[in-house]
Structure formats: C-alpha cells, structure tokens
C-alpha cells in the first residue's frame, strides 16, 4: 500500500530555509505525478508546487515562484521542497501528494497523501 511520508518542517525566522522530503513507500515514484501543498489556519488548502508524470513538467504557485524548488529523487523515492526566503505569509501545514494522474495533483484531488508537517516563519 501506498504511504507517504513528510518530514523537514519547523521553526525558522523570516529569510530563512527549510528543506521539506517526502518519502513513498509501496509505489515506483517516476511513475506519479507529485505536488505539495499548504493549508494555513482559517484558509483553504492551496497548490503550491507540482512535477507532472512523464516529462517532469514543474509548476509554482505565484506566490511562492523564485524561492520555492521541487525535485524529485526516483532511486531514493523520495521528493522535495527547498524553500528559501520564506516570509510568515509561507506559516502553514505542508503536505505532500501524489496521484498517477498529473491532472488530478494539479487540481489537488490526489489519490495519495502525507500527514503533513508544520512550517512556522516568525517575523
């Protein structure tokens, strides 16, 4: 079965980096389309990045375009979110995803999800 697993969120100061992984258990991981998203308190959740299945295509929220990187390590199955110059506006619950369709991580109804993993930027 199919489990993903987050680690890497925190505390850390306006400006800073952190590093998000998510390692997948049961599945070949180049054969998914992957994403992370966000959900602040009181806020909907929202996409923030995405590698599409096959050609590997990556996308970003605007809000987070230059400062956010996805990648993705097939051999380890696991993938990532370095995020750098983080703002408190970035203070959310992070969680990872993952779906054999690209279209469905891209409108967050992914089949897979992880338990997400707190990221708090003070100011």
């Known amino acids: 079965q199919l489990q993903l697993v987050e680690s890497g969120g925190g505390l850390v100061q306006s400006g800073g980096s952190l590093r998000l992984s998510c390692a997948a258990f049961?599945?070949?991981?180049?054969?998914?389309?992957i994403g992370w998203f966000r959900q602040a308190p009181g806020k909907e959740r929202e996409g923030v990045s995405c590698?599409?299945?096959?050609?590997?295509?990556?996308s970003y929220a605007d809000s987070v375009k230059g400062r956010f990187t996805i990648s993705r390590d097939n051999a380890k199955s696991t993938f990532y979110l370095q995020m750098n110059s983080l703002k408190p506006e970035d203070t959310a619950v992070y969680y990872c995803?993952?779906?054999?369709?690209?279209?469905?991580?891209?409108?967050?109804?992914?089949?897979?999800w992880g338990q997400g993993t707190q990221v708090t930027v003070s100011s």
């Open positions: 995803a993952a779906d054999a369709s690209s279209g469905r991580v891209l409108l967050g109804y992914a089949s897979y």
């Open positions: 049961g599945i070949r991981l180049d054969s998914y389309a």
């Open positions: 590698i599409s299945r096959g050609d590997g295509t990556t």
